[in-house]
Nanobody
Framework: QVQLVESGGGLVQAGGSLKLSCVVS????????MGWYRQRPGKQRELVATMTRGGTINYVDSVKGRFTISRDAPWNTIYLQMDSVKPEDTGRYYC??????????WGQGTQVTVSA
């Protein structure tokens, strides 16, 4: 089992910055990739950024150049640095971990609200 606890969400003005953290515990040796997802109002949960154990990173096009995913040694904590935020970034952000047999683990999420 893997436990994920997110923090760092809050209210921020458009153009500002926010840094999300996800503390990882449990059987972390089995994690093959981690990432951040978000669920915006009225929309389905979507991928924001992912990182494999080997360090390969992917971003959804809408956040490229603005958001940065990073980690402490795999896997203690992963981060999402959010810069130049926009109102459309508002949503609940979830930390995700996946193991070699494609079992997904989720945190409880942290709310990000961007005011215009």
């Amino acid at each position: 089992q893997v436990q994920l606890v997110e923090s760092g969400g809050g209210l921020v003005q458009a153009g500002g910055s926010l840094k999300l953290s996800c503390v990882v515990s449990g059987r972390t040796n089995g994690i093959t990739a981690m990432g951040w997802y978000r669920q915006r109002p009225g929309k389905q949960r979507e991928l924001v950024a992912t990182m494999t154990r080997g360090g390969t990173i992917n971003y959804v096009d809408s956040v490229k150049g603005r958001f940065t995913i990073s980690r402490d040694a795999p896997w203690n904590t992963i981060y999402l640095q959010m810069d130049s935020v926009k109102p459309e970034d508002t949503g609940r952000y979830y930390c995700n971990a996946i193991n070699p047999v494609n079992v997904n683990y989720w945190g409880q999420g942290t709310q990000v609200t961007v005011s215009a």
